[in-house]
């Protein structure tokens, strides 16, 4: 039995986020940045200077009329954008969401216990996602389950607030709990 091979793939040709020099399309641009006069510029001008700095130019703005261009080390551009795009991901909140699972029976001391954990996840500012799993023929107590989860919603009210009702998905009765915001006197 003969093996076959796999025809080989063309490279991959990676699409460059912004144009530069020759690939810029307009025949006016308008120049920003440092070491330039700011100004509407015709191309083949902006491109001299570029070049006369032996720099790119930059189309940065592609939508607005004339495109806005800068004068600038493609290279150390494209790395300073990517350092700001890391930036503000590190900076956008992370939503953790923590489950509490309940049976429709559960008794009194199994819901404190839980009442418990989810008081002190929601003041790390997690949000909670309490849910009623039915088991067998107990899909029938559906009233238990929503009985429960009211119950555990009046016990973290002062921790926390009702983002979603309780909701009958399949066997699982959920509903989501968010952290009430503190607001800070000034």
Known sequence: MALQRRPMRPPRVVEEPYRIN???QARQVRL???NVEQGVYDIQQALAMAQAQTLDLVEISPNAVPPVCRIVDYS?????QKKKQKEIKAKAQKVVIKEIRFGPNTDDHDFEFKLKHAISFLKEGAKVKAY???VGRSIVFKERGV???QRFAKGLEEHGKVEAEPKLEGKRMSMFLAPKVVQVKK
């Open 32 to 34: 920003v940045g440092e």
């Open 76 to 80: 150390k551009f494209k790395y300073e």
């Open 147 to 149: 009985e429960l989860l």
């Open 22 to 24: 020759g690939r810029i």
């Open 132 to 134: 009623v799993q039915f």
